[in-house]
């Protein structure tokens, strides 16, 4: 008989437990964070006015990355590289090459002095050409005129001009995202310059 009363109690426990268990609430929370992880990118583009052989820009035309000339002496002629930095863009450092095949006959306003007023200073020296840079990061939508325009010395006779006849003016833009460096120099140097 004490067997069968504890087997009941016991019973009787277990039920207890399980009803009251069951009506139980604890206070618990819980939290999740998910990081999204997404990749930066620094884009530019490098573009000039649309110019006629004589050097004039033609309005309404758009932007190219070419145009031919025709050489006279003591004549101006438009030429406005242009680096624009792309819209999405990260901050960057941007730096140009210009690769003058009339720096000997240039006018009076260089291309050189044309440069340096607008901001940009020599950093380095790369595969034989001066690098530029603006001395800023730049950020999305930034657009940084290289130069105006190049002008034939007067004083270059007919002859002479013969020999630039296949000569070429060639800008190079380069960019490099700023995040991580403290310079332009620092960044040509990790980059390009390396």
Not at 12 to 31: H, K, P, Q
Not at 41 to 48: A, G, P, Q, S
Not at 102 to 131: C, P, S
């Amino acid at each position: 008989m004490k067997t069968k009363k504890l087997v009941a109690a016991a019973a009787v426990a277990a039920t207890l437990c399980v009803t009251i268990g069951g009506t139980l609430a604890w206070l618990t929370d819980t939290e999740t964070v998910t990081n999204t992880l997404t990749v930066g990118d620094v884009e530019i583009t490098l573009d000039e006015a649309k110019v006629d052989v004589n050097g004039q820009e033609i309005t309404g035309e758009g932007r190219v990355q070419a145009n031919t000339y025709k050489l006279f002496p003591g004549k101006e002629y438009d030429k406005d590289p242009t680096v624009t930095v792309a819209e999405g863009s990260e901050d960057c450092y941007v730096f140009v090459t210009v690769d003058n095949g009339l720096a000997e006959i240039e006018g009076d306003t260089t291309i050189e002095a044309q440069m340096t007023a607008n901001g940009w200073v020599r950093v380095d020296t790369y595969e034989g050409l001066d690098v530029y840079a603006k001395a800023a990061a730049q950020s999305a939508g930034a657009e940084l005129v290289v130069f105006e325009h190049f002008t034939v010395s007067g004083t270059v006779t007919g002859e002479a001009l013969a020999d630039y006849a296949e000569e070429t003016i060639v800008v190079n833009a380069y960019a490099v995202q700023a995040e991580g460096f403290e310079s332009a120099e620092a960044a040509w140097d990790a980059s390009f310059g390396a």
